[in-house]
């Protein structure tokens, strides 16, 4: 069965654009460029996205600070060399920018309003991290291995909260699952062995959804059966 990629990484993300956009790299002469999106939470808190675009998806005066957009694409990695060390690197993918025609109104995270929403297909590919809050909340760090075209991957980092936490805690490496949720960021300190301290950011997706996804008992036994077909 051919597998369709877009199935396994799909995201939507609607806010606002935070900071002016800025040359990332080109490939076959079509350049991309990145630029951050606050995405607003229920909370009234709001995360910010680092978004990657193509030049071919916008004109060049549409990406201005302040402009309210739809993004339709895939949350992805690569691995950056830095100071002889890899560095995971994740990032919104966009295949789709729809600039919002009320830029009066603002923009308001709802239940009637889609404004970050992930699903993603993988497979658990580190043995996944269970911990409890000092107030006993059950939290888990998944990582998920996300299959695109042309043989590659995307590695993402999710969390887990209560019961899912706790269900993840059990399950085995190479197990698939679907999960759907939101693109959170997350700053923190690093500290260093000379003492000095740096702020940073992570992204990960908070799951709300999972569920472990079956092996079918008889796609063995109807890959068997095309090849006795075959054979005869």
């Not at 911990?131 to 291995?145: C, H, K, M, S």
């Not at 260093?192 to 079918?216: F, M, R």
Request: hydrophobic share 35%.
């Amino acid at each position: 069965m051919e597998t369709n990629f877009a199935d396994n990484n799909h995201l939507v993300l609607v806010g606002k654009i935070t900071d002016d956009k800025k040359f990332s790299h080109e490939i076959y002469g079509e350049k991309f460029y990145t630029f951050d999106l606050s995405v607003p939470r229920l909370s009234g808190n709001a995360d910010t996205i680092p978004i990657t675009i193509s030049e071919r998806l916008f004109k060049e005066d549409e990406l201005t600070v302040g402009k309210k957009v739809k993004i339709t694409g895939q949350f992805r990695s690569y691995n950056s060399y830095e100071n002889e060390k890899n560095r995971l690197i994740l990032t919104v993918f966009a295949k789709d920018i729809e600039f919002l025609q009320n830029q009066e109104e603002e923009i308001v995270a709802s239940k009637d309003l889609v404004s970050n929403e992930v699903t993603l297909i993988g497979y658990i590919c580190k043995t996944p991290i269970y911990r409890q809050t000092p107030f006993g909340r059950e939290i888990a760090d998944v990582l998920l291995a996300v299959n695109r075209a042309y043989n590659k991957s995307d590695y993402i980092p999710c969390i887990t909260w209560g019961r899912n936490a706790r269900f993840c805690s059990k399950m085995e490496v190479g197990t698939e699952v679907k999960v759907t949720g939101r693109v959170q960021s997350r700053s923190y300190e690093k500290k260093y062995e000379d003492g000095t301290v740096e702020q940073k950011v992570a992204y990960e997706v908070s799951i709300s959804n999972l569920e472990v996804i079956e092996k079918q008992d008889n796609e063995n036994e109807e890959v068997a059966e095309n090849n006795e077909a075959a054979a005869e």
